[in-house]
């Protein structure tokens, strides 16, 4: 049972201008469910600021970032920033642990619809299908022998990251009978095994795959990780894909090799600025396939987001540590353990 009293702020980036939640059912009757007080937050805004979320004990968000500026002054900051999504680039982590904040994200809920959006996005790519939609619509029928595409049967998949999406991803791909080999030097190598996944360095399956996707969050160590050398070390039959986060991909070095042949096409459902401005090389492009950072958004993603980051609510709200905590150094923090324990007998008297 949730400790009373506890009050959780829901970022209003999941309203649109008429105020309609448009992620759908992402689960918030759970906390109504846990007699837990939660409302949507005043305002729009791409930054949490300490007045936005002073008092509050918990924020459910996706888009706003959270920063040093989320807890100046605040008297009471929340203890849990829950992120609907597996991506944690704009939360700063080092000042959420410094003022006693979990930050979760929510790998359970995104596993199968980004895995699935992937593989969506591989066989869009190779069939051309952005592109020959655009031939029907265009009155175009005499340039589709143009377009032959490429099978995914029996071809060599490169995977970026091998965590948990990639591994659901492997799984998928499996009934095309597909060779997978991946970078990632966190991955236990019995981990791979099972899977059947050789593991490589990143020029090796640069270098060797017929299709190479980035599913690797986005850190300082794999910052332009795909740059101008490694897209270089790629067949010219090849073609790249990115579900993960843009600046992954170096991409003035892609659209490069998209003109000069360098690979033959790409799928992205990311960039490095988002959205794309108008006129940008990539939206004159035939040989490559593009979706707004939306791809995995589907019924699934909401309540398997959504339950994944209400259910982290309502661990803390318990006093208990929750699950898919990605500032981990913030449990030594005295100050959090003083806060959940309040919380855990706040809730023990309510039960």
């Keep these: 049972m949730a400790a009373p009293g506890f009050t959780v702020g829901v970022g209003r980036d999941f309203l649109d201008s008429a105020g309609r939640n448009v992620w759908g059912d992402i689960r918030l009757g759970e906390l109504d469910a846990a007699g837990i007080d939660w409302h949507y937050l005043p305002r729009a805004t791409d930054e949490l600021l300490a007045a936005d979320v002073d008092g509050l004990d918990a924020v459910l968000f996706a888009g706003p970032a959270v920063t040093e500026r989320t807890f100046a002054g605040a008297d009471r900051p929340p203890v849990l ?5 597996v991506g944690y680039d704009a939360v700063d982590l080092d000042a959420c642990t410094r ?23 591989l066989l869009a790519v190779l069939h051309n299908l952005a592109l020959k939609d655009r031939l029907v619509r265009e009155n175009r029928w005499a340039e589709r022998d143009q377009w032959m595409g490429l099978g995914l049967t029996g071809r060599r998949v490169g995977l970026l990251g091998l965590g948990n999406t990639a591994r659901d991803l492997v799984g998928l791909v499996r009934p095309f009978d597909v060779d997978v080999v991946a970078h990632d030097p966190y991955c236990p190598p019995e981990v791979a095994a099972e899977l059947d996944v050789r593991l490589a360095d990143a020029d090796t399956v640069m270098a060797e795959a017929d299709a190479v996707i980035v599913m690797c969050a986005l850190t300082e160590e794999t910052r332009h990780l795909v740059d101008a050398r490694r897209l270089s070390l790629m067949k010219p039959t090849a073609v790249l894909l990115n579900v993960a986060r843009g600046p992954v991909v170096d991409e003035g070095a892609l659209i490069d090799a998209l003109r000069t042949g360098g690979i033959r096409a790409a799928g992205l459902d990311v960039f490095e600025r988002e959205p794309l401005a108008a006129g940008h090389p990539l939206l004159s492009l035939d040989n490559v396939t593009l979706s707004p950072h939306a791809l995995a958004w589907t019924d699934e993603m ?4 959504g339950g994944s980051a209400v259910r982290a609510v309502l661990e803390v709200a318990a006093g208990r540590v929750p699950p898919y905590v990605v500032n981990r150094e913030v449990l030594d923090s005295a100050q959090l353990a003083i806060r959940l324990g309040r919380l855990a007998a706040r809730a023990e008297v309510r039960t």
């Design 99 to 121: 003022h006693g904040a979990l930050v979760t994200i929510t790998p359970d809920g995104a596993r199968r619809p980004v895995a699935t959006a992937a593989l969506a996005l």
């Design 302 to 305: 909401s309540t398997g987001n």
């Design 81 to 85: 920033f829950a992120r609907f999504g």
